[in-house]
């Protein structure tokens, strides 16, 4: 789980809509524990101003499974992000399609923005100063 960049480990159920209001957009979503079932997660999703919650969990078997509407048939992932990316399309059984993922900077390898890139460019003017 740590390796997936939109999962934000034990933040709160208020923190992750703080993060989710703050990005703004229909489709924003990210990934949390769950506060009250240990080792189960919460997949969060920006629909309308509004934060839907849906549990993420690993079955007996090892497969990956969310609980979606009523009447949705229960579909197993071998791998969470498998999920994820079935939960990228339309009509998956929740309120809208996974569009925007919210990352955890936190725990980003290179800083926002960048890339993975391990230095900023410098400008032309600066030729002596190779490395930063």
């Not at 979606?68 to 229960?74: I, K, L, Q, S």
């Not at 992932?77 to 999920?83: A, I, M, T």
Request: charged letters at 20%; glycine letters at 10%.
């Amino acid at each position: 789980m740590d390796a997936l960049p939109i999962y934000h480990g034990g933040i709160t159920r208020e923190a992750g809509e703080k993060l989710l209001l703050a990005a703004g957009t229909d489709g924003s979503y990210l990934l949390r524990d769950s506060e009250s079932i240990p080792g189960v997660y919460c997949l969060c999703v920006l629909h309308q101003g509004y934060v839907y919650t849906y549990r993420v969990s690993k079955t007996e078997t090892g497969s990956w499974s969310a609980e979606t509407a009523p009447g949705v048939h229960r579909r197993l992932f071998r791998k969470v992000h498998n999920l994820i990316s079935a939960f990228q399309k339309p009509d998956q059984g929740i309120v809208t399609p996974l569009q925007y993922p919210v990352i955890n900077h936190a725990k980003a390898k290179y800083p926002p923005g960048t890339r993975g890139a391990s230095r900023m460019a410098l400008p032309k003017i600066c030729p002596n100063f190779a490395s930063v």
